[in-house]
Nanobody, 124 residues
Framework: VQLVESGGGLMQAGGSLKLSCVVSGRQLGYYATGWFRQAPGKEREFVGGLSWRATAWVTDSMKGRFTVSRDIASNTIYLQIDNLQPEDTAIYYC???????????????????WGQGTQVTVSS
């Protein structure tokens, strides 16, 4: 199982960004996935996720600016970030819960597979 992220970079505050995560070795239609981020000096935190049915959930503090989605045909999950803020600067990770028909989980230990991370830097 492999997760490969892309789409990070250096951005201006107020802009938008869409991160992608291509999954191989598992069909997304059967598994829950999540997005996490880790800012410098901070612990990795849950951003949002999708259940195996594609029910989406985003952490309360990030609702309104973060959107999670997926495309079954390309086996890809996405994280859209709008109105970027400097505090969004972090490494963003996608992850897959290897339990079939899983629900959205916020805990890191629920995810068996992780992407390599993609750096997002937002300047003011």
């Amino acid at each position: 199982v492999q997760l490969v992220e892309s789409g990070g970079g250096l951005m201006q505050a107020g802009g938008s960004l869409k991160l992608s995560c291509v999954v191989s070795g598992r069909q997304l239609g059967y598994y829950a996935t999540g997005w996490f981020r880790q800012a410098p000096g901070k612990e990795r935190e849950f951003v949002g996720g999708l259940s195996w049915r594609a029910t989406a959930w985003v952490t309360d503090s990030m609702k309104g600016r973060f959107t999670v989605s997926r495309d079954i045909a390309s086996n890809t999950i996405y994280l859209q970030i709008d109105n970027l803020q400097p505090e969004d600067t972090a490494i963003y990770y996608c992850a897959l819960n290897d339990r079939r028909h899983g629900t959205i989980e916020t805990g890191i230990s629920n995810y068996a597979y992780w992407g390599q991370g993609t750096q997002v830097t937002v300047s003011s």
